[in-house]
């Protein structure tokens, strides 16, 4: 070890000998101050070593310290478990007698003991049955002589217990091809019969005089881990008699559960309907102790029940409606389970403070909803009559569990947090219950609101059951807005109609609880727009409130957008309360760019000569402002106000719009504007503004040249611009396209891509047009690929994105745009080909569709075909080493539309590039044999037209190259078609 001791002190442990002397030297460092990482690296390379089946069992020994027996414990688990193909079968004996002997023979720590029963575990899990037919037999029979007699061997039936349950558990954790797994889980499954009467003796022991209650516990553990493998349903009642006879035991009592949930939520148990019926009378007494516990308040304790109770009606859904509707007996049954679980959604207790119990059967609930409206006619009408009364009840209680504690103010963050989304939880189950109760829920909603407003009304302090009872509104808003029943017509107008009458009293929640009604409401408030003057006036009056001004703007944009041609009547009133809104100061900066949408909605209601003399207030003093920073050397606060600016602008230019296109109307339909009355020509009021901001824009970004954001900001605007304008845009082009390259030209980024497409796309057939467009396409690309260049790939992995997608849309619409001699297609396509290894989606989808789109436009625009031609089996080889390795898998179907569309547009090129990849060796990887590829080859050639088997042709040549074909790895992946 003298060689050793410098190089641990040095921290190089590199080089040392593996021997059991140094390991434990090592081990011992490692607990100590001094442990570094190079000591956990060497260590955890130790225990993979092939040494560690030699030193493992050195390091066990009694006389070694108990951080040293762990390791050496741990190390013989890992080396079982993770290198068991590191032994030959002859092997396999002796290890087996080993391990044994060392697991009875051991008597140290417990926890030093539970690793070496994993280690037995694992041997066990690969042994059986090929190399040791009934492992867990003879396991039994050598613990046998230690249990029999009147007074066995405490020490011994604690560990075979111990044993016994880990066993499972490694079956769960370890990996194992699904093959291997289905072989030992059917051994498993047959040695039931041994394992379970052993474990129900034990558990029958309890309670008797000298019995221990840890073997009993231990015993349950066991029944629980060994369930998994399907306990017989014509056998399950001894054990579900003997787990219910130690209930009572409180130190049994959560594990006694757990084993009976595990047994009644095993997937196969659908197949005894009858059994489970069995199960359930037998288990459902313990809805004695869930109510007692609830009526003490000891809520905690009421956990372990009501999570088998819940297990069960969500594992067997189905058949508790089956049971419900068959007979009386299933009925009642039923209802009793369900009751059970309806209780504890309604105990009478403040979530989160007082109890935590109550969300757990939200699950529940969804599913027995959704099971019972997938019912036959019949059978759905049965169940709501069965379980209309018992959602009625979930209701109202979920009315009193979503009301506020007047106090919250006192709760910690995350109790609110808590409360917040148990409310969420809470609209979602009252939203379900709507699927069943239909009218009937709403009825009872009216009759909640009528009886809190009148409380409210009596005492103002009594405003959490209104703010419950207007959440639980909003909660079915969205089922409302897709029903087609006329008959809740007049129950939501009733609604409605009395929210003006609501005392509010100034509070907050209340107010803005009905602000999300009424912006939930939107869609359907569009159906029915004699509504509208219930509902305007209480948005309208909530913009001035800070405290509400999130909640107002919201439902404000919210109708704008649903109830535009309603809202005219309200026009003035709305534009009045937002220009006071946007001038009291009182708004976040968030809320008054979402003001601009609705603004510009109700603008675009007025005559065309009024919207501009209704804006100049709202605007000046932000143009002006504009203007003056503009001209002020930069600063943050600067920044901040022009960026603040711009997306106002942007916000309302994507809603002013006189023109009020259709979004499919064709352009060519869409006429110069005309004013009805003179006969004149209008002008949009967008074009106005932009034709006022455009010099100052060019200010701006002259001013921020090297600044991202900015120029990022005035291109969306401009974008947005273009998008609404259309056609009217084309006398600001030029000046527009020539800010659009300045900014590219000092900061190149998305934003000032998607500007330029919309012009490519729009005016690239016009004759005027083509060459100027021309050659902003190729100053674009030459800034582009140089910018490229600079870094790595993946450092610009959104603007390529964005150039490679603009460059397609291009090639689809318009290929013509292509043909300029200042455009380096070569460049082009030589950063197109390398940028199809990059590791992030989006450009591998974008430069793909763009390499698909030019090889399918190549041969409608033969100036194309060269590009093509030239750069086509440079482009195949790197596809191919993409498709072998080189590429994300998840792209695969990227590269096969490349493939396809050389298949079908260049089949006599590909034929060649084929040949040239069979020919190269060990191309695109050492594990692809000439007859492989060549196999392939012919698969793709005959595919020209199947995409979907060619992707499957592509994905099984991907799994040969990377070594994966016929493992289970790539055996999953089929199955989820990757």
Sequence with gaps: MATAGPSMNNNLLEGVELTSANVEQAVLQFYQSSATQETHKWLTLAQLSPQAWSFCWDLITPDKKHEVQFFGASCLAVKVSRCWGELRPEQFPGLRKRLLDTMTSYQGPKIVL??????????????????????????????????????????????????????????????????????VRNSFSSSLPTVLPFLLGVMGHHGTEGASTEATLQACKCVQAWVQFGVPMDSCDPVVDRLLQCVGDEELQDTVIEALSSLVSHPDTHKYPQRLMGVLK?????????????????????????????????????????????????RDVVLRLVTAILAASSCHAQFPTQETISEMPFGFWYILQDDIIACEPEQYQQCVALFGPVYTALVNAMLNKSMYDPKDGEWSADQRESLRCYRTDIADTIMYSFNILRDGLLHSLLQHLDSAISGCLNNPTHWPPLEACLHAWYAVAESLADSEEEEANPLLSMFLAKLPVIPFHNNTRVISTALDCIGGFSDWLAMHPQLLPHVTPIVTSALASSELSMAATMALKDISRDCTDSMKPYAEQVISSIQQSLTSGTLNTGECVRLMYPLGKMLSLLPPGQILPRLEPLLANHMQALDQLSKTPPDQNS?????????????????????????????????????????????????????????????????????????????????????????????????????????????????????????????????????????????????????????????????????????????????????????????????????????EQHPVKSVAGFINHLISVSREVEPLVPIVNTHGEQLFMQVIKCVGGDASRSYIDYF?????????????????????????????????????????????????????????????????SRGLLGSEYAAQLVQLGL
């Excluded at 067997?316 to 089956?322: A, F, P, Q, V």
């Design 114 to 183: 539970t690793r070496i029963c994993v280690a037995v575990s694992g041997l066990v899990i690969h042994c059986v049955p090929e190399h040791w037919p009934e492992p867990i037999t003879d396991i039994i029979s050598m613990f046998q002589p230690q249990l029999s007699g009147p007074t066995p061997n405490y020490r011994s039936l604690t560990l075979l217990l111990e044993l016994l349950t880990v066993i499972p558990e490694e079956f769960s954790t370890l990996l194992l091809s699904s093959n291997r797994r289905a072989t």
């Design 282 to 330: 037998k288990i459902l007494p313990l809805d004695t102790m869930l109510h007692q516990y609830m009526a003490e308040g000891s809520y905690e304790m009421c956990l372990p029940v009501l999570s088998l109770f819940i297990t069960f009606g969500e594992s067997h859904s189905r058949l508790l409606i089956d049971w419900s509707t068959s007979s009386s007996e299933g």
């Design 639 to 839: 920044k901040n106000r022009i960026i603040f600016v711009l997306k106002l602008l942007t916000m309302l230019f994507t809603t002013l719009d006189i023109a009020r296109r259709e979004d499919d109307q064709p352009e060519s339909e869409c006429g110069p504007l005309v004013d009805p009355g003179s006969g004149e020509s209008i002008q949009q009021p967008v074009f106005l503004i932009l034709k006022q901001c455009l010099p100052v824009y060019h200010a701006i970004c002259a001013n921020y040249s090297t600044d991202p954001d900015i120029t990022e900001a005035v291109c969306t605007n401009l974008k947005q611009g273009v998008s609404t304008l259309q056609d009217e845009m084309r006398p600001l082009t030029q000046e527009v396209l020539t800010l659009a390259m300045a900014c590219y030209r000092s900061t190149p980024q998305p934003a000032a891509l998607e500007l330029s497409k919309q012009f490519f796309i729009m005016y690239g057939r016009e004759a005027e047009m083509v060459d100027p467009l021309r050659s902003l396409l190729a100053e674009l690309c030459s800034i582009s690929l140089a910018t490229i260049q600079t870094a790595s790939l993946s450092d610009h992995a959104d603007l390529i994105d964005c150039f490679y997608s603009m460059l397609g849309q291009v090639l689809k619409k318009q290929a013509g745009l292509f043909l300029s001699p200042n455009l380096d297609t070569n460049l082009l396509m030589q950063a197109a080909i390398s940028c199809l290894t990059m590791p």
């Design 896 to 960: 096969t539309d490349i493939l396809l569309a050389l298949n079908k547009k260049y089949f006599d090129n590909l034929c060649r590039y084929m040949n040239s990849m069979v020919s190269t060796d060990n191309f695109p990887t050492e594990l692809c044999s000439r007859e492989a590829k060549e196999h392939f080859a012919r698969s793709v050639l005959k595919e020209r037209a199947n995409k979907r088997k060619l992707q499957e042709t592509v994905r099984e040549f991907s799994l040969l």
